[in-house]
Each structure stands twice: as C-alpha cells, then as structure tokens.
C-alpha cells in the first residue's frame, strides 16, 4: 500500500481505510429499469399522439433521457473512494478521482483534529482540523459511518502521538 501514495520511505503504516459510498444497483438492473420507463413514456406517448396532444411527446422523451442521465451520474459518483494512510510522522488523505484537482492532502498527525458530531445530526461533516485548514471527508457515507470512521481515526492518531512522545 506504501507504493501507491507518496508515503514518507521506512515508516510502517499505523492506519489506513478506504471509504467508499454505498454501491449502485448493477448495470443490467438499470438498463431494466431504464427500458420499462421508456416503454411505459412510449404507451403513454403514442396514446396523447392519437388523441391530438402530439407536443407531449418531447417531454416524455427528454423524461427518459434524463433518467438516463441521472443513472450515469449515480454509477460515476458510486466509483469514488478516498484512502486515509496514517504512519507516525504523515496522515495522507487520497482521493479517488479527485473532485478539484487536489488528489492527495498530507497532514501532520500530532496536529490533526478529528471533528465529528457524535451522535450525528443531518448535514453532519466528518473534518479533519490542521493549522486552521479544514480538510472534509467522507461526505458520501452515512452519518453512522462517519462517526465510526471518526472513532478509528481518533484511535489511530492518538496511537501515532503516543509512539512520537
């Protein structure tokens, strides 16, 4: 796992986690759902088309296509994950793909602040606190997710700053 971040060389990693969101249905259950839309917008567009309401045929096209397009987003944003590597002298949060360019964030582990609601309230951000710079994480998962990603790493740092004293 050392060769696939910019991990400092000769340090053993103390944590390291992958959160992911919660998977998307498979592709062929889409593609089914899609299809039964589309017939359905079919039905009811041929039906408007021979009682005189042919201009709503674009609609229940452009229904479909946006279904379609909501699909695709959601298997895009499924495939993002982000890898926290921690070792005594490095918390390295990488993320996959990089949603503003900034693939990896490195952060001194004897300064980092973990800052979660606990228990969670809607809209509840999983921080990590450095030097007055926020760095969030986890906005994809579940707030019961969040608090558990947030007791470990807590755990892990207070183990880093231990072995550092």
Same mark, same amino acid.
């Given at each position: 796992?050392? %060769?696939?971040?910019?991990?400092?060389?000769?340090?053993?990693?103390?944590?390291?986690?992958? +959160? $992911?969101?919660?998977?998307? +249905?498979?592709? &062929?259950? +889409?593609?089914?759902?899609?299809?039964?839309?589309?017939?359905?917008? !079919?039905?009811?567009?041929?039906?408007?088309?021979?009682?005189?309401?042919?201009?709503?045929?674009?609609?229940?096209?452009?229904?479909?296509?946006? +279904?379609?397009?909501?699909?695709?987003?959601?298997?895009?944003?499924?495939?993002? #994950? #982000?890898?926290?590597?921690?070792? $005594?002298?490095? !918390? !390295?949060?990488?993320?996959?793909?990089?949603?503003?360019?900034? /693939? #990896?964030?490195?952060?001194?582990?004897?300064?980092?602040?973990?800052?979660?609601?606990?228990?969670? &309230?809607?809209? %509840?951000?999983?921080?990590?606190?450095?030097?007055?710079?926020?760095?969030?994480?986890? %906005?994809? !998962?579940?707030?019961?997710?969040?608090? #558990?990603?947030? /007791? $470990?790493? $807590?755990?892990?740092?207070?183990?880093?700053?231990?072995?550092?004293?």
């Amino acid at each position: 796992m050392q %060769s696939e971040f910019n991990l400092q060389p000769g340090h053993d990693v103390l944590f390291a986690d992958i +959160l $992911r969101p919660a998977p998307t +249905l498979p592709p &062929k259950i +889409l593609l089914a759902i899609l299809g039964a839309v589309a017939a359905i917008n !079919l039905a009811f567009m041929i039906s408007f088309a021979l009682n005189g309401a042919w201009p709503i045929a674009p609609f229940m096209g452009a229904d479909v296509a946006i +279904l379609a397009w909501a699909f695709r987003q959601s298997r895009i944003a499924a495939a993002r #994950e #982000e890898h926290v590597t921690l070792t $005594r002298s490095q !918390l !390295l949060v990488a993320r996959r793909p990089a949603p503003d360019g900034h /693939r #990896e964030i490195a952060l001194n582990p004897y300064w980092v602040r973990v800052e979660m609601d606990d228990p969670p &309230k809607a809209g %509840s951000q999983l921080t990590l606190w450095s030097h007055g710079r926020g760095v969030r994480i986890g %906005s994809f !998962l579940p707030p019961f997710e969040k608090v #558990e990603a947030a /007791r $470990r790493l $807590r755990a892990a740092l207070a183990r880093a700053r231990a072995m550092r004293d």
